[in-house]
Every structure is written in C-alpha cells, then in structure tokens.
C-alpha cells in the first residue's frame, strides 16, 4: 500500500513530541514537515530525529524571504539535511527564488504563493489589491517562470493553479480540514478530498491529526479517505 500524499505538519513544542508524531503517522503519509518552531528551537539536528529510521521524506518549511545572496547561502546551508522540500516567498521576487533553485539542485523549491491564513480582508489591508485567487496565480506565474519546481496555495486556489502552471509542478495545500474541524487560524481552507479533487499533489495537515487523541490513528482515517478518493476518480490509490 503507498503512503498517503500528506505532509504532516510537526508543529510540536518539544523534540520528543515532534519524533513521536512522525513515528505514529510515518506508516500512512508519505511526508513530514519541519517548520519554523521546531527549526528555531533545535536546529539541524531536528531533521535526524523526525525523519528516524523510516526515511520519510521531509519538508523544511522555512519560508526564506531576503535578498538572493542571503538566500541562497541559506539554502546551501541547509543542503546536507537533503530535505525534499524547502519553501521560500514567493514574494521574494524572481531573482531570490533562481538562487535557491540554484543553490539546492536536489531539492525542490516551493514558492509560497499568499499564506493561507490571510483572507480578501488581510490582503487589502496590506495594500494588495485584487483577490487572494488573482494574487495567488500572478506569484505562481512568477514562481515556476524564475524556476520553482513546486507551489504552495491554498486548496481554494489550486485548481486555477493547476490550470496556469500545467501537470509539472507539485502543487502543495496547507489550509486543508476535514469536514467539521475546525479552521483555528486558517482563512482560505477546504477538506482533504475537495484538495485532491482540484489537482493538489501534497496536502499539509497539522493540527487536525497532531492535536488528535490518536494522532497516528487519525493520519490513518485521512489517509484511507483520501486512497478511497484516488480509488474512485481512477487515480493512483
Ligand atoms: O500558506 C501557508 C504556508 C504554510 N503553512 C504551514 O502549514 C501548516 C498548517 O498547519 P495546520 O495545523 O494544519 O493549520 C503549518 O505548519 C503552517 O506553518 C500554512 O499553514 N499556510
């Protein structure tokens, strides 16, 4: 059976929190995602003890945003931790995004489009105009155009997404919720099928599996929904 097409998100306030999590969900996802919390409290040495013995594929979420020499000196720096994924804004502009490309050729780089936190209210209340819909295809545009492989939106924009940047790119959705969670501090969401539905490729899913009693049993449940999902519309299961 492969593992589902989830990053879980390890969002954890300790260590030993984060590495009893990938280990509870690693048999059902194909992912794990390190973020800034983890990252900042306990550097490198945090991708040695999520990604364990089970060698699942990690994603480090450090969204860099500065100008490209500094970036790209991040990105080097972070090279032999050989993460899967390394994000960066969008917003950085095309020239940042080809220096992490550049600079971390055996990783791929995912442009953050806009933040799925941030609703139409909060993007023109930081004087961007338009729809998050309009903002999120112009930097997906700009993105793949300076040479990212993968794109981060949220499962609102991603069929618009896919139909701009074609089959080729990975596009990857925080923002996902089963049905009746909780949306916590997440604007722009939808459930897991719907984001798989409209052409996602990796879903980010933290809180709704980590904040569970059973966090590995709850990956199981949306991991077996999603395969049942794939099953249905003649996608790989
Ligand atoms: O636009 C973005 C980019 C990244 N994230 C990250 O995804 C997870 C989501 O966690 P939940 O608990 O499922 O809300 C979190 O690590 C964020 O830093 C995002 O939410 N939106």
Redesign the pocket.
């Known amino acids: 059976m492969t593992s589902a097409p989830i990053a879980v998100?390890l969002?954890a306030p300790d260590l030993e929190t984060a590495a009893h999590w990938a280990s509870v969900v690693t048999p059902h996802v194909s992912t794990v995602?390190v973020?800034l919390e983890l990252y900042l409290r306990y550097g490198p040495e945090v991708i040695a003890s999520v990604r364990g013995a089970s060698g699942v594929q990690v994603f480090l979420?450090l969204k860099l945003h500065d100008i490209p020499n500094t970036v790209a000196g991040a990105a080097r720096a972070v090279a032999r931790l050989r993460p899967a994924i390394l994000t960066v804004h969008a917003a950085g502009g095309p020239a940042m995004i080809r220096a992490a490309v550049e600079a971390l050729p055996d990783t791929r780089i995912a442009a953050?489009t806009v933040?799925?936190?941030l609703s139409a209210a909060d993007l023109h209340g930081i004087g961007l105009e338009g729809s998050p819909d309009d903002a999120v295809r112009r930097l997906a545009t700009l993105a793949v155009g300076a040479g990212a492989q993968a794109l981060?939106c949220s499962p609102r924009e991603v069929a618009a997404v896919r139909a701009e940047v074609g089959p080729d790119i990975t596009l990857i959705t925080?923002?996902?919720r089963p049905a009746g969670s909780a949306t916590?501090d997440?604007a722009r969401v939808a459930t897991p099928e719907r984001a798989l539905a409209d052409g996602a490729d990796l879903l980010?899913?933290?809180?709704?599996i980590t904040g569970a009693a059973d966090p590995g049993a709850a990956a199981a449940g949306i991991a077996a929904a999603l395969r049942r999902a794939l099953t249905s519309t003649g996608r790989d299961a």
Do not use: C, F, N, W
Not at 204 to 208: A, H, K, L, S, W
């Open positions: 998100a969002d995602k973020g979420d953050v933040l799925t936190s981060v925080p923002g996902v916590q997440q980010v899913i933290g809180r709704p």
